[in-house]
C-alpha cells in the first residue's frame, strides 16, 4: 500500500471552469508539487475517505447542458472511484450519482453500516439544494437509486439558500461532526438583458445524530472576511453574464488536532487554496 501524503486539489484556468482537473500533489520541503506518476481526473471538488481499509476517491463530473438563456451552461453529477485496497494508483470508477447533485460523502459508521449524505436539488420547487442522509450496509449498496432515496433532513435553509456536506468525522459519541458549506446568490440583470451574480458561502459545521436525525444549528466557522483582501478570485464571463466568486469560502476538509484546535482548509474565490487555525468546532458535541 502506498503511505506517501497527497493532497488532491483542484486545478482550472483562472477564466474557466471547463477544464478542471483533480490533481494529486506531494510534499518536499514544504512546498507541495504534482506527483508526475498519478494520471489527473477531469473531476471538480475532489475528496476521498478511507472505508473499511479501502480508499473511496470522487468528484464532480461536468458535461455541456446548454440552455435558451445560457448556451454556455454546464450540467455535474458525482463519480465515485474505489482501489480495492490496492493502493492510489488502482482507483476505478464505480458508482456515478443522480444529474445535478453534488455534495454526496461517506463515511465508516461504528455500527458497521456506512453513513451516506446526499444533496438532492428540485429548482421547480424552490431546493437549490438542501442535505439528505441515509445509512448503506455495504459500499455495494451505493447507487443512484439509493442515492436518490435519502431522506432530507431537517435544515435551517431558507428558499434562497443552498448547502451541502464537505467532510464527517465520526465523533467519540458516535456522531457525526460535519464541515459543510451554506450558500446563496444574488442576480441582477441591466436593460439589455445582462445579467451580473455574485455568490456568498460560508463554512460552517454541525452534529448530526444518525440514530435520531438531530441536527445542531449551524455554526459559521469561516467567511471571506476572515481573509487577506487581497487574495485572488474568479471572475466567469460570457456573452450573457458575468458571475463573481469573490466571497466563496469552500472547505475542503478540518484536521482535528489533539491539544483542542483545528486546521480548517478552504478554497477561497475558486482561486486560492488556505488553511485557518481555530477552535476544534466538534470539542462540545463530544
Same mark, same amino acid.
Given at each position: 500500500?502506498?503511505?506517501?501524503?497527497?493532497i488532491?486539489g483542484?486545478?482550472?484556468?483562472?477564466?474557466?471552469?471547463?477544464?478542471?482537473?483533480?490533481?494529486?500533489f506531494?510534499?518536499?520541503?514544504e512546498?507541495?508539487?504534482p506527483?508526475k &506518476?498519478?494520471?489527473?481526473?477531469?473531476l471538480?471538488?475532489p475528496f476521498?475517505?478511507?472505508i =473499511?481499509?479501502e *480508499?473511496?476517491?470522487? %468528484?464532480i463530473?461536468?458535461?455541456?447542458?446548454p440552455t435558451?438563456?445560457y448556451?454556455?451552461a454546464?450540467g455535474?453529477?458525482?463519480v465515485?472511484y474505489?482501489?480495492?485496497?490496492?493502493?492510489?494508483?488502482?482507483l476505478e470508477?464505480?458508482v456515478e450519482?443522480?444529474d445535478?447533485?453534488?455534495?454526496?460523502?461517506l463515511?465508516?459508521?461504528r455500527?458497521?453500516?456506512i453513513?451516506?449524505?446526499?444533496?438532492?436539488?428540485?429548482?421547480?420547487?424552490g431546493n437549490?439544494g438542501k442535505?439528505?442522509?441515509?445509512?448503506?450496509?455495504?459500499?455495494e449498496?451505493?447507487?443512484?437509486?439509493?442515492?436518490?432515496k435519502?431522506e432530507l433532513i431537517?435544515?435551517?435553509? &431558507?428558499?434562497e439558500e443552498?448547502?451541502?456536506?464537505?467532510?464527517?468525522?465520526?465523533?467519540? =459519541?458516535n456522531? *457525526?461532526?460535519?464541515? %459543510?458549506?451554506i450558500?446563496s446568490s444574488?442576480?441582477?440583470?441591466?436593460?439589455?438583458?445582462?445579467t451580473?451574480?455574485?455568490?456568498d458561502?460560508?463554512?460552517?459545521a454541525?452534529?448530526y445524530?444518525?440514530?435520531?436525525?438531530?441536527t445542531?444549528?449551524?455554526?459559521?466557522i469561516a467567511?471571506?472576511k476572515?481573509?487577506?483582501?487581497?487574495?485572488?478570485?474568479?471572475?466567469l464571463?460570457?456573452e450573457?453574464?458575468?458571475?463573481?466568486?469573490e466571497?466563496i469560502i469552500?472547505?475542503?476538509?478540518?484536521?482535528?488536532?489533539?491539544?483542542?484546535?483545528a486546521?480548517l482548509?478552504i478554497?477561497?474565490?475558486?482561486?486560492?487554496?488556505?488553511?485557518?487555525?481555530m477552535?476544534d468546532p466538534?470539542?462540545?458535541y463530544?
Amino acid at each position: 500500500m502506498d503511505e506517501t501524503e497527497y493532497i488532491v486539489g483542484r486545478v482550472e484556468s483562472p477564466e474557466l471552469e471547463t477544464d478542471s482537473q483533480a490533481v494529486f500533489f506531494t510534499e518536499k520541503n514544504e512546498i507541495w508539487t504534482p506527483d508526475k &506518476n498519478i494520471q489527473p481526473f477531469d473531476l471538480q471538488d475532489p475528496f476521498f475517505k478511507k472505508i =473499511n481499509g479501502e *480508499l473511496i476517491f470522487g %468528484g464532480i463530473k461536468t458535461f455541456p447542458k446548454p440552455t435558451k438563456d445560457y448556451p454556455e451552461a454546464l450540467g455535474y453529477k458525482t463519480v465515485f472511484y474505489r482501489d480495492h485496497k490496492k493502493g492510489l494508483k488502482e482507483l476505478e470508477q464505480f458508482v456515478e450519482g443522480p444529474d445535478g447533485m453534488k455534495g454526496i460523502r461517506l463515511t465508516a459508521l461504528r455500527n458497521g453500516k456506512i453513513g451516506m449524505f446526499t444533496r438532492p436539488q428540485d429548482w421547480e420547487q424552490g431546493n437549490k439544494g438542501k442535505m439528505g442522509f441515509a445509512m448503506l450496509n455495504s459500499l455495494e449498496d451505493l447507487n443512484t437509486e439509493n442515492i436518490s432515496k435519502a431522506e432530507l433532513i431537517n435544515m435551517q435553509f &431558507n428558499s434562497e439558500e443552498w448547502g451541502g456536506v464537505n467532510q464527517i468525522h465520526v465523533l467519540s =459519541n458516535n456522531k *457525526l461532526g460535519i464541515i %459543510g458549506h451554506i450558500a446563496s446568490s444574488e442576480a441582477k440583470t441591466d436593460e439589455n438583458g445582462y445579467t451580473t451574480e455574485t455568490k456568498d458561502y460560508y463554512a460552517v459545521a454541525f452534529c448530526y445524530d444518525p440514530e435520531t436525525q438531530e441536527t445542531t444549528p449551524f455554526e459559521i466557522i469561516a467567511q471571506r472576511k476572515d481573509l487577506p483582501d487581497e487574495l485572488p478570485a474568479k471572475i466567469l464571463k460570457s456573452e450573457k453574464k458575468t458571475t463573481v466568486l469573490e466571497n466563496i469560502i469552500y472547505p475542503s476538509g478540518l484536521m482535528r488536532n489533539k491539544d483542542g484546535t483545528a486546521d480548517l482548509y478552504i478554497s477561497v474565490g475558486d482561486s486560492s487554496e488556505g488553511i485557518i487555525e481555530m477552535p476544534d468546532p466538534f470539542l462540545k458535541y463530544e
